[in-house]
């Protein structure tokens, strides 16, 4: 640990750092690479494949992404992303991937010292976030040339790893090792802290300096615990000048709210699924598994079940044509086992003839209580009620961030403050353009809890908060 670090881990910092980010996912990440000096530059000699987006780059030759107009240059940009600096980056990264091609990103990158913001990167495990507690044998949802971070493409990688893609997509364990890998080949290992967990963020209001001076940004004081390597505990107290949320939202697994829902064979993980595979607690003649949930996570656990021959009820309250279920957003060709299961979900519904044995769907069926003797009762979408016998339940419906550290758990910050914050559904309301949040000056959030659910598109959060940290540094007095 550099001595800048111990200095202010400490307890009594005399000088606050001028950002700190809590989180060492890939938004972090990306975020610590843009702050450290790495900036990014259109090529002289590209010419970008939308007609409107070269017109505007080619108005500032020279002049670094990070200082120009993100919202004049994101203008007229569409994708599968509604945040508009996300589309920009992305669309600058890999131009016309959504066609299905491989054209090189139309930025270079310079290393100007100069231009890098100090800044510290808390999480609690090594560099790469949550990427390190998923099954390293899982294949990724994106292309493996969508989870690559700034200056280092993925096959790239791969290839000097001597690893393969499987159909153009990676292992989890890989993503992880690369994010880990990423951290030291830019060299920014100097900015991350692992083992940190972060307990209380506290701001207080900002002083006005008199004189008609504007009012300085509050000053954030950062409590948590570090777990060393000797796996002792010490507390740690940071004062910082901006602090961005980097944190995800794999932290606490969404929970039906039922009755019966704290038995003992209620879990909220495939791992669970895996354990009584093994342990022969659920096997090809034993009761069905009960899987509750109609996303990715719920369409894993199908396919974990059906490899091993164990009898599946599959429910889930959405209709299978639904446009928001994710199923009819993925193309079929990069994703054929989803598609399996979205096939298997609309021709299997337990009023028909089973085309496929072991497995029966319950599309729009409300699970109302789970009973001790294993007896799941549902309510159908004509108000009848069905019930099942099962011999585990898995309950796969997403998951909240767990904000506890920040004032109210940073209920105040979300879009809409009466509801619980949800990345898909009511992120932290933050300026599109800047990241930071539109209720506090100074903290900023990124990736899944502003609503960038992909790594592909966390990359743009990360590029408006260095472009309004720049432009804070700019602004302050010599």
């Known amino acids: 640990m550099s001595n800048w670090r111990k200095d202010h881990l400490g307890t009594s910092a005399s000088e606050p750092l001028p950002v700190l980010i809590i989180g060492n996912g890939p938004s972090g990440i990306c975020l610590s690479y843009l702050l450290s000096g790495y900036t990014p530059y259109v090529r002289l000699d590209a010419v970008h494949p939308h007609p409107l987006l070269q017109r505007k780059l080619a108005e500032a030759p020279g002049v670094s992404i990070?200082?120009?107009?993100?919202d004049y240059l994101s203008e007229g940009l569409e994708g599968r992303s509604q945040s508009p600096v996300a589309l920009l980056f992305d669309a600058l990264l890999r131009p016309d991937t959504d066609f299905g091609g491989n054209m090189e990103s139309v930025l270079t990158w310079k290393h100007q010292k100069e231009r890098a913001i100090p800044h510290m990167v808390?999480?609690?495990?090594?560099?790469?976030?949550?990427?390190?507690?998923?099954?390293?044998?899982?294949?990724?949802l994106s292309q493996g040339q969508w989870m690559g971070l700034p200056d280092l493409q993925v096959k790239e990688w791969?290839?000097?790893?001597?690893?393969?893609?499987?159909?153009?997509?990676?292992t989890a364990g890989d993503i992880a090792h690369y994010y880990r890998d990423y951290v030291t080949k830019k060299g920014l290992g100097h900015n991350f802290v692992s083992g940190a967990v972060v307990t209380a963020v506290e701001w207080g209001t900002p002083v006005s300096g008199g004189s008609g001076a504007p009012a300085p940004s509050p000053l954030f004081q950062v409590s948590g615990v570090l777990t060393t390597e000797d796996q002792s505990q010490q507390p740690f107290s940071l004062c910082a000048r901006n602090v961005v949320l980097?944190?995800?939202?794999?932290?606490?697994?969404?929970?039906?709210?039922?009755?019966?829902?704290?038995?003992?064979?209620?879990?909220?993980?495939?791992?669970?699924?895996?354990?009584?595979?093994?342990?022969?607690t659920v096997t090809p003649a034993s009761d069905p598994v009960l899987i509750v949930g109609a996303g990715l996570s719920a369409a894993d656990a199908v396919l974990y079940a059906r490899h091993y021959n164990i009898p599946v009820i599959h429910a889930f309250r959405r209709s299978v044509d639904d446009p928001g279920l994710v199923f009819n957003q993925l193309p079929k060709m990069l994703y054929p086992e989803y598609h399996k299961v979205?096939?298997?979900?609309?021709?299997?519904?337990?009023?028909?003839?089973?085309?496929?044995?072991?497995?029966?769907?319950?599309?729009?069926?409300?699970?109302?209580?789970?009973?001790?003797?294993r007896q799941a009762v549902f309510r159908d979408?004509?108000?009848?009620?069905?019930?099942?016998?099962?011999a585990l339940v898995l309950v796969l419906i997403g998951s909240h961030p767990d904000l506890s550290f920040l004032p109210g758990a940073g209920a105040n910050l979300a879009v809409d403050p009466d509801l619980p914050l949800s990345a898909k559904r009511n992120p932290i309301d933050v300026d599109p353009f800047t990241y930071q949040s539109t209720q506090q000056e100074g903290l900023y959030a990124v990736g899944p809890l502003a609503g960038?659910?992909?790594?592909?598109?966390?990359?743009?959060g990360a590029l408006a908060v260095a472009?309004?940290?720049?432009?804070?540094?700019?602004?302050?007095?010599?």
């Open 342 to 373: 979205h096939q298997m979900m609309r021709e299997q519904s337990i009023l028909s003839p089973s085309p496929y044995e072991g497995y029966r769907s319950l599309p729009e069926h409300q699970l109302l209580l789970l009973k001790e003797d």
């Open 381 to 390: 979408a004509q108000g009848l009620q069905k019930v099942f016998g099962v």
């Open 452 to 460: 960038d659910n992909f790594v592909r598109f966390v990359q743009g």
């Open 158 to 170: 791969m290839c000097r790893k001597r690893r393969g893609l499987r159909n153009s997509r990676a």
């Open 467 to 478: 472009s309004s940290l720049l432009r804070k540094e700019a602004r302050k007095p010599p």
């Open 66 to 70: 990070l200082d120009q107009d993100l």
């Open 122 to 140: 808390l999480g609690r495990n090594l560099p790469g976030g949550a990427w390190h507690s998923i099954e390293g044998s899982m294949v990724t």
């Open 246 to 280: 980097a944190t995800g939202t794999s932290d606490s697994p969404a929970r039906l709210g039922i009755p019966g829902e704290a038995l003992p064979f209620v879990h909220y993980e495939l791992s669970a699924l895996e354990v009584a595979t093994r342990a022969g």
